[in-house]
Nanobody
Framework: VQLQASGGGLVQAGNSLRVSCAASGLTLRNYNMGWFRQAPGKEREFVAT????????YYADSVKGRFTISRDYAKNTVYLQMNSLKPEDTAVYYC???????????????????WGQGTQVTVSS
């Protein structure tokens, strides 16, 4: 199983960026998918998640209204579209796959079974 995150980079505040997570060895259709991030000196935190059937999404308050999580079943890929980026969004972004979670655990990294290697997003002011 491999989750390959890509698309990170350096952007100016206010701009947009889309990061991707391509899966191999598992079918994303059967997994809930999530994005987490870790800023320097901070713990990893939840960003967004989408249910296995793509029908339900949930976001951290800090990104709600600016970020959008989506998935492409044909490409077995999940995306995180990030708009109106802020310097505080600077972090390594990780994608993760969960076989099953309930609402109360969807933001808990322990509910996720597989993790990608992360992609760096840097937002300059």
């Amino acid at each position: 199983v491999q989750l390959q995150a890509s698309g990170g980079g350096l952007v100016q505040a206010g701009n947009s960026l889309r990061v991707s997570c391509a899966a191999s060895g598992l079918t994303l259709r059967n997994y809930n998918m999530g994005w987490f991030r870790q800023a320097p000196g901070k713990e990893r935190e939840f960003v967004a998640t989408i249910r296995y059937n793509g029908g339900s999404t949930y976001y951290a308050d800090s990104v709600k209204g600016r970020f959008t999580i989506s998935r492409d079943y044909a490409k077995n890929t999940v995306y995180l579209q990030m708009n109106s980026l802020k310097p505080e969004d600077t972090a390594v972004y990780y994608c993760a796959a969960s076989r099953s979670y309930i609402s109360s655990t969807r933001t808990d990294e322990n509910a996720y079974d597989y993790w990608g290697q992360g992609t760096q997003v840097t937002v300059s002011s």
